[in-house]
């Protein structure tokens, strides 16, 4: 049976997982069920802290440094959820904006990240896609 090259399980099929999810994790014990089962305990714990912590152990382990920083705010269409669907009371509700693709008819966020002189990701906060350039730059700079 071939493998789907769009799966979860062929994205890390050349990965270490084990040393990435933990002991005993094997690209074959990785689907979109487990991970979809785990996102709002991710997302309870802290995303920006949990980014912060992987930077900063990857660091550590592969010897990286870098004391230069590059901040983005990027916006991004969300095409396979209604925008008109409730979230109410889940981990990353229905945000609408101004689409810089012009599909006004599909949820829209905006991610700012800021990444290190290695390309290491550090921060990373989503927004609602009406969220200003300046208030997200000043919420980043501020974190």
């Not at 991710?42 to 802290?49: A, W």
């Not at 990286?64 to 109410?88: C, G, L, M, Q």
């Not at 981990?91 to 990444?115: E, H, I, S």
Request: charged share 25%.
């Amino acid at each position: 049976m071939e493998e789907d090259a769009t799966g979860i399980r062929y994205f890390h099929s050349a990965t270490p997982t084990d040393m990435i999810f933990g002991k005993g994790v094997n690209a074959e014990s990785l689907n979109d069920n487990a991970l979809a089962r785990n996102l709002d305990s991710l997302f309870d714990s802290g995303l920006e802290e949990l980014f912060w912590k992987c930077s900063s152990a990857m660091k550590r382990k592969f010897g990286f440094d870098s004391k230069v920083r590059h901040i983005d705010a990027t916006n991004y269409s969300i095409h396979s959820v209604k925008p008109e669907d409730d979230w109410i009371g889940e981990a990353v509700p229905a945000f609408g904006g101004n689409a810089k693709n012009g599909r006004n008819d599909l949820l829209q966020y905006t991610a700012a990240t800021v990444t290190d002189g290695c390309r290491i990701l550090k921060y990373r906060r989503s927004y609602s896609g009406n969220a200003a350039d300046a208030v997200i730059n000043r919420d980043t700079l501020e974190s």
